[in-house]
């Protein structure tokens, strides 16, 4: 397995639970702190507008994360839920209510007059519509993938951190470290988030490294308690649009947008500087009200790579390697499935394909 991310480390949960010998590389510790899966929080969802394929997919991640939070002890969701607020015409909400009803996912219309009482945080300037959505939450990365590793060491799996792979055989299943030594295994899989297309360069013709930003936040006092209980937001405005994680235990209150930069270097700064971080500033105080009166606790980079159509990328490269790479800012939490698909292909001989 190449990378010790969600991706990675999924797929050698998944063998390892089918009985296979596992090996697992990276080129940083393990897990990674400067990987897409080393964070405090992530959001889950059934809603997914007009990506309903995903949508669909969805049940099926939420029971893989249930079978992973019974390996490893513990559960690491909190289903704080999802309030959606919209300022312009989108067909995001109705298309994911769709899904959710087919699904039986329950939610409900909020008022736009009652949001300043329920959720006075909220900007309610040009709010034309705001529903709640259950089957929603809050994931903590950095804890699942240190639980999957500590649990992985359990059952045997070899990890080998601080250790690049140059090169990959997909024919012979062999590797090539950065240091010239050789690693010889009957499959491999490559899940190195951001860094994929530079061992599997053809993959550079459909996703493309993207340097993101994210800030972590102390509300002013007078919100802090609503923030506390808060679910996760989301503001679909043109200019108003961020993704919001609530202050749960363990975590700082944190605001992103969904807007790729389709540039910048993985091995790059992840400390985030103005220009990272201007377009979210304005979007983050047109969707908080008294936005200036928050104190930035860290601008934070974070890179992963973008699809055009947000799809992700599973397939064989070769007879014996397959490359998976799930992003576009939204593979955290299909990350326990998608490695448990390929693990199941690799298994049953028929590569996994997505
Ligand atoms: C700011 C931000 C917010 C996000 N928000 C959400 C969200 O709310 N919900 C959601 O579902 N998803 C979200 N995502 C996306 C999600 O985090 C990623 O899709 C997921 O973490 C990708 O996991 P991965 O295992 O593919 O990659 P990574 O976690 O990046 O792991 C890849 C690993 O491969 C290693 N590697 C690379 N090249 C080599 C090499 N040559 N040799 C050895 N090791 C190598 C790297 O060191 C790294 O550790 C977000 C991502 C970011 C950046």
């Given at each position: 397995?190449?990378?010790?991310?969600?991706?990675?480390?999924?797929?050698?949960?998944?063998?390892?639970?089918?009985?296979?010998?596992?090996?697992?590389?990276?080129?940083?510790?393990?897990?990674?702190?400067?990987?897409?899966?080393?964070?405090?929080?992530?959001?889950?969802?059934?809603?997914?507008?007009?990506?309903?394929?995903?949508?669909?997919?969805?049940?099926?991640?939420?029971?893989?994360?249930?079978?992973?939070?019974?390996?490893?002890?513990?559960?690491?969701?909190?289903?704080?839920?999802?309030?959606?607020?919209?300022?312009?015409?989108?067909?995001?909400?109705?298309?994911?209510?769709?899904?959710?009803?087919?699904?039986?996912?329950?939610?409900?219309?909020?008022?736009v007059t009652a949001v300043p009482e329920l959720?006075?945080?909220?900007?309610?300037?040009?709010?034309?519509?705001?529903?709640?959505?259950?089957?929603?939450?809050?994931?903590?990365?950095?804890?699942?993938?240190?639980?999957?590793?500590?649990?992985?060491?359990?059952?045997?799996?070899?990890?080998?951190?601080?250790?690049?792979?140059?090169?990959?055989?997909?024919?012979?299943?062999?590797?090539?470290?950065?240091?010239?030594?050789?690693?010889?295994?009957?499959?491999?899989?490559?899940?190195?988030?951001?860094?994929?297309?530079?061992?599997?360069?053809?993959?550079?013709?459909?996703?493309?490294?993207?340097?993101?930003?994210?800030?972590?936040v102390a509300p002013p006092v007078e919100l802090?308690?609503?923030?506390?209980?808060?679910?996760?937001?989301?503001?679909?405005?043109?200019?108003?649009?961020?993704?919001?994680?609530?202050?749960?235990?363990?975590?700082?209150?944190?605001?992103?947008?969904?807007?790729?930069?389709?540039?910048?270097?993985?091995?790059?700064?992840?400390?985030?500087?103005?220009?990272?971080?201007?377009?979210?500033?304005?979007?983050?105080?047109?969707?908080?009200?008294?936005?200036?009166?928050?104190?930035?606790?860290?601008?934070?980079?974070?890179?992963?790579?973008?699809?055009?159509?947000?799809?992700?990328?599973?397939?064989?490269?070769?007879?014996?390697?397959?490359?998976?790479?799930?992003?576009?800012?939204?593979?955290?939490?299909?990350?326990?499935?998608?490695?448990?698909?390929?693990?199941?292909?690799?298994?049953?001989?028929?590569?996994?394909?997505?």
């Amino acid at each position: 397995m190449v990378g010790a991310g969600i991706n990675g480390l999924s797929t050698a949960w998944g063998l390892a639970r089918r009985g296979f010998e596992v090996a697992v590389f990276d080129q940083g510790a393990i897990p990674n702190p400067v990987s897409s899966s080393f964070d405090e929080h992530r959001a889950t969802r059934h809603a997914y507008g007009e990506m309903h394929r995903y949508a669909r997919m969805m049940p099926a991640a939420f029971a893989t994360y249930e079978q992973m939070w019974v390996d490893i002890g513990r559960s690491h969701y909190d289903p704080v839920g999802l309030v959606v607020f919209q300022r312009e015409d989108d067909s995001w909400i109705n298309a994911s209510l769709a899904d959710m009803d087919e699904m039986g996912i329950g939610w409900r219309e909020i008022e736009v007059t009652a949001v300043p009482e329920l959720y006075p945080m909220i900007a309610p300037e040009g709010l034309t519509r705001a529903v709640a959505m259950e089957g929603a939450g809050v994931l903590f990365p950095s804890r699942i993938v240190t639980d999957l590793v500590v649990h992985l060491s359990l059952k045997g799996v070899a990890f080998h951190a601080n250790t690049k792979i140059a090169a990959i055989d997909p024919e012979t299943a062999s590797l090539t470290t950065a240091d010239g030594k050789q690693h010889q295994g009957d499959y491999i899989v490559i899940a190195a988030g951001a860094w994929a297309t530079r061992l599997v360069p053809e993959l550079a013709t459909e996703a493309t490294p993207s340097r993101q930003a994210v800030i972590f936040v102390a509300p002013p006092v007078e919100l802090a308690t609503q923030w506390q209980v808060a679910p996760v937001f989301f503001d679909l405005g043109k200019d108003s649009g961020t993704y919001t994680l609530p202050p749960r235990p363990g975590t700082r209150l944190k605001i992103g947008d969904h807007e790729f930069t389709r540039r910048g270097d993985p091995d790059g700064s992840r400390i985030a500087d103005d220009g990272d971080v201007e377009r979210l500033m304005k979007a983050a105080s047109l969707s908080y009200a008294g936005f200036e009166r928050y104190s930035v606790l860290e601008r934070k980079a974070c890179f992963y790579t973008v699809t055009d159509d947000e799809r992700f990328i599973a397939r064989p490269i070769g007879p014996k390697a397959s490359l998976l790479s799930a992003c576009s800012g939204h593979g955290f939490k299909l990350g326990a499935l998608m490695g448990d698909l390929m693990a199941k292909g690799i298994a049953q001989g028929e590569p996994f394909v997505h």
